[in-house]
């Protein structure tokens, strides 16, 4: 392995390569528009980018792309070179800070849920100077936002970058009224946790299922899976090491500060997480790590699997979202201290938090859906459906203390004694970690758990920034104008965690009764992406946008739109998949097999009529039976799916008629075939077993 700190952000036109390119006042200008959000003069901009280029060409650039994040829930490039013509038939490498700034990529082809007509195509890209270019297969990566010609924004970049500045605004302002007068800026820092699944390839191109939809859509399950926990944390594969091992360097060759790898829970299952950054750069690193990881699989022969439920009956892979605040100070507004029942700014920050994550639980539970999330959530695996806070033994005391207005006692750290005299002992942390909760309060960080693994992490980066700025504004139109401070942010405390602790559920989430007392509590329950994305247009969530400046109606109404066409499009591409499989591949298969038995009967007979044909003829009736109620099954769903255009005008409607209908003659087919799966020779099966693709690596 190379140099680790050499090869650290060597493909990065980071801070350390624009001190040594940039004049010193280009540079300086530059940070200012990075750490306080200036705007950018073109001059600074022609600097910048004639650095960047020489940059880029030294290391073998032959072109540039505006990198950005439309609505398709994947990145999105277009490449242009850097040669421009001269005299004589030559060229030179030129690249300017007006193609630095903007870029116009032809946005017909991309989602934009009716805000604009297919045929109005212009579209354009914009630099992000707060996330640095980087290089990749000989191209210089931009970062960019994306907008219609309109100004309508049409990305996942640009309300997160909204977010974090009225966050930054808000909670500044009211920093400054608690006698904070040095914070400039609040940052919001997030550490996503990505779990994925690498398997063969050789299986992988022999299922068209998950070639098409991501997802295995028939499969019994193999004798052994998960029930040893066994692979947990397990000694990792040598072919599965080689792979890890050079999807580090190449992630630290991009900035990307991959900290952690282990086996997952499930068999092929694995994980990788990353040191904190802003919820930016986050965003981008992780939506590259996603990238990354595919195209390295694909050098050592095997496939990344990023689909939130590719196998049924093991565990899914979810992105655990770690969000912190803090200061330019260096101060994190979510540490309690030593004595957190006296510190009264982490108390306002946490009310706060309370507050918005109970009054815009249906927010959250909609930033996280989608058709692969839906198998996951409220199984057994993941967090529940129904979100809630998890705050811990010791905080869980304080916020009780607050609202009841008892002493508070501090569980502290207690000593942990091992026992043995060689191994030390050591103080255990102040709570345990509830692994059932959607929402954990760990430590000085909340970690929302609820993401699914393929999922881009702006959108709920977002609209988590959004709810607490606008609780924050609330909290400092208050405070503003007490005559005593510190008596009205007692008040403020007090009354927001008693009017909102039903959101606090300290408890096993994945119990029923949990269920029924989220109920009383009147807390939300939406089981599918159409129950929960119906919300979104609520009056009170648009209102919080709008008034926050992130997104205007028309946008969001947009995203509602493309969410629900989303999810039906993926569900009609599982269902017509699944009838592909069934009727070209598996029903033939099991004829052929039944024939083969049948043959088999006949020729026994032949031999002796004293020879037995129980075993064959009892196989021939089972799989008899089930291929024929298989094969209505078949023609039931390509009914259903043809019965879709009654509603393709609505699209909640439509998304729900899939939910509803499409997708539980999905489900029943399936138990079908997996049932005459376990039953058909597998020289017969058209299709690699679990077996073979869970534990094939």
């Not at 916020?399 to 502290?412: A, E, L, M, Q």
């Not at 009170?540 to 028309?554: H, M, Q, S, W």
């Not at 033939?588 to 049948?598: E, G, H, M, Q, W």
Request: charged fraction near 25%.
């Amino acid at each position: 392995m190379s140099n680790v700190p050499e090869m650290f952000g060597s493909m990065v036109f980071n801070d350390k390569k624009m001190q040594e390119r940039l004049p010193v006042t280009t540079y300086k200008a530059l940070k200012k528009t990075i750490k306080n959000g200036e705007p950018l003069d073109i001059s600074v901009a022609n600097a910048v980018a004639n650095a960047m280029k020489e940059w880029a060409v030294e290391m073998g650039c032959t072109h540039y792309t505006h990198w950005f994040q439309p609505m398709t829930g994947i990145t999105a490039e277009k490449h242009d070179s850097f040669i421009y013509p001269v005299d004589d038939g030559q060229i030179i490498m030129e690249f300017s800070g007006k193609e630095l700034i903007k870029g116009e990529p032809d946005a017909s082809s991309f989602p934009s849920g009716g805000i604009r007509a297919t045929f109005e195509a212009r579209g354009y890209t914009t630099w992000d100077p707060t996330s640095p270019a980087f290089i990749r297969d000989r191209t210089l990566y931009i970062p960019t936002a994306f907008c219609s010609y309109t100004g309508d924004i049409l990305d996942k970049k640009t309300p997160l970058l909204r977010s974090m500045e009225r966050l930054s605004s808000v909670a500044s302002e009211l920093l400054h009224l608690l006698g904070k007068k040095d914070v400039t800026r609040v940052t919001t820092t997030v550490g996503p946790e990505q779990e994925y699944f690498l398997i063969d390839k050789k299986m992988y191109d022999k299922r068209p299922d998950l070639i098409f939809t991501g997802r295995t859509l028939f499969g019994a399950p193999a004798p052994k899976g998960q029930e040893l926990e066994d692979h947990y944390f397990g000694s990792i594969k040598t072919r599965v090491a080689a792979f890890m091992n050079e999807l580090d360097e190449e992630l630290w060759k991009l900035g990307v500060m991959a900290k952690t790898k282990h086996n997952e829970v499930a068999p092929s299952q694995h994980e990788l997480a990353p040191v904190f950054a802003t919820s930016n750069i986050a965003t981008d690193h992780n939506e590259l790590t996603m990238e990354v990881m595919k195209k390295t699989a694909e050098k050592h022969g095997l496939v990344c699997i990023l689909h939130e439920k590719p196998f049924a009956g093991v565990n899914g892979s979810g992105k655990h979202n770690n969000w912190s605040i803090s200061t330019n100070t260096g101060e994190n507004l979510l540490d309690p201290g030593k004595n957190p029942e006296s510190n009264l700014q982490f108390q306002l920050f946490l009310a706060a938090i309370v507050k918005a994550v109970h009054e815009y639980q249906d927010l959250l539970r909609l930033t996280v859906a989608s058709a692969g999330n839906d198998h996951r959530l409220g199984a057994n695996e993941a967090p529940p459906a129904i979100i809630s806070m998890y705050l811990g033994d010791d905080l869980g005391a304080l916020v009780d203390s607050i609202i009841n207005g008892t002493d508070y006692r501090s569980h502290g750290k207690a000593e942990m004694l091992t026992g043995v005299d060689v191994l030390p002992d050591f103080k255990k942390d102040t709570s345990d970690r509830n692994r059932t909760s959607p929402f954990a309060f760990t430590g000085n960080k909340f970690e929302f758990r609820a993401l699914g693994s393929s999922l881009n992490i702006a959108c709920p980066n977002y609209m988590l920034n959004t709810m607490v700025a606008d609780e924050l504004e609330q909290f400092y139109e208050e405070l503003k104008n007490a005559n005593d401070l510190e008596a009205a942010e007692k008040a403020i405390i007090k009354r927001t965690l008693t009017e909102h602790q039903n959101i606090i559920f300290n408890g096993d989430n994945y119990s029923e009764e949990w269920v029924r007392e989220a109920e009383r509590r009147g807390l939300c329950n939406y089981r599918s992406l159409p129950e929960a994305m119906q919300h979104y247009v609520d009056k009170k969530n648009i209102d919080l946008f709008v008034r926050n400046g992130i997104l205007t109606e028309a946008e969001i109404r947009a995203r509602y739109e493309i969410e629900l066409e989303t999810y039906s499009k993926q569900l009609r591409i599982e269902a017509l998949t699944m009838i592909d499989m069934a009727e070209k591949n598996i029903t033939p298969a099991v004829i052929t097999f039944v024939s083969k038995l049948s043959d088999a009967a006949v020729a026994k007979k032949q031999l002796s009529e004293s020879y037995s044909v129980y075993a064959e003829t009892t196989l021939i009736g089972e799989l008899s039976e089930k291929l024929e109620a298989f094969v209505k099954k078949t023609a039931q769903l390509k009914e259903a799916v043809d019965g879709a255009a009654e509603y393709k005008n609505d699209a909640l409607a439509l998304s729900s008629y899939y939910r509803n209908t499409v997708f539980a003659l999905m489900d029943e087919l399936r138990k079908i075939g997996d049932a005459m799966e376990t039953k058909t020779s597998a020289a017969y099966w058209p299709y690699p077993s679990y077996g073979e693709i869970l534990f094939g690596v």
